[in-house]
């Protein structure tokens, strides 16, 4: 399995509009990938297209449509020149325990969380194997490592993931296609904003991490780490290293 540079990237990111997602968009198109940007957010999303130029393009996608993905899949194809990676980075969270989650919002977690991401690799499969092959990743969490108290649904579509991430990377690793988990800690975003701000207190680098920082993981994962596959990777200030104490 090849390495990929940045510039012959051609990379559909779900969850494109912010976040993340977005910085992983910015650092690649500055880099000279061709960038399909999608979510549901679509006035941020296209907003962001505009703002990278000609590298980038933005196409609603809901990750649970399987409809939607087959499209983003062609559309990827028509104009970007093919399809050699993918970033499954859309994905929610919640809090619960085993008594007090709704049933509905814990299947819709994993609609998203799961199913999202299995039906985006299963869509980009063919277009990869047409591009001679190509790397995943998949937006998995330090919650798909350990177990988290009130995280329940959380934490079990990230368990999920990060199993299914290993089945695919086995089933694709003959198309030349690698499939990688990526294991964010608190990370400064929307949905990081939901977490307790004392949540990285304890960690040996006690603060959250910046979007920037995950984007230059993904770049990594996607045109560096050419001989890992199946292989889970860890951007969380040392939170599943341990506690610091902080003594007074």
């Known amino acids: 399995m090849t390495m990929i540079a940045p510039e012959d990237l051609n990379i559909l990111i779900t969850g494109g509009a912010r976040g993340i997602g977005a910085a992983t968009a910015r650092l690649l198109a500055a880099q000279g990938a061709s960038v399909m940007i999608t979510d549901v957010l679509d006035e941020e999303g296209a907003a962001l297209a505009r703002d990278l130029g000609p590298p980038a393009r933005y196409r609603r996608l809901?990750?649970?449509?399987?409809?939607?993905?087959?499209?983003?899949?062609t559309a990827a194809e028509e104009t970007l020149g093919g399809l050699n990676a993918l970033f499954n980075n859309a994905g929610l969270l919640a809090f619960g325990t085993?008594?007090?989650?709704?049933?509905?919002?814990?299947?819709?977690?994993l609609e998203v969380n799961v199913m999202g991401c299995f039906l985006g690799m299963r869509a980009c499969a063919a277009a990869m194997r047409r591009a001679g092959g190509g790397a995943i990743v998949n937006c998995s969490?330090?919650?798909?490592?350990?177990?988290?108290?009130?995280?329940?649904?959380?934490?079990?579509?990230k368990w999920a993931l990060r199993g299914m991430n290993k089945c695919a990377a086995l089933d694709l690793a003959a198309d030349n296609i690698r499939v990688l988990s990526l294991h964010p800690g608190p990370i400064r975003t929307v949905m990081g904003d939901e977490l307790p701000p004392d949540i990285a207190a304890s960690q040996p680098i006690a603060r959250f991490g910046e979007p920037e920082e995950v984007a230059r993981m993904v770049r990594?994962?996607?045109?560096?780490?050419?001989?890992?596959?199946?292989?889970?990777?860890?951007?969380?200030?040392?939170?599943?290293?341990?506690?610091?104490?902080?003594?007074?």
């Open 98 to 109: 085993v008594e007090n989650t709704d049933p509905a919002a814990f299947r819709h977690m």
């Open 220 to 248: 990594f994962m996607l045109c560096e780490a050419s001989y890992s596959t199946g292989s889970e990777f860890v951007i969380d200030g040392g939170a599943l290293t341990g506690q610091v104490p902080r003594l007074e």
């Open 141 to 157: 969490s330090i919650a798909g490592m350990n177990g988290y108290a009130g995280f329940m649904p959380y934490v079990t579509s």
């Open 62 to 73: 809901d990750v649970t449509s399987e409809a939607d993905w087959n499209d983003a899949v």
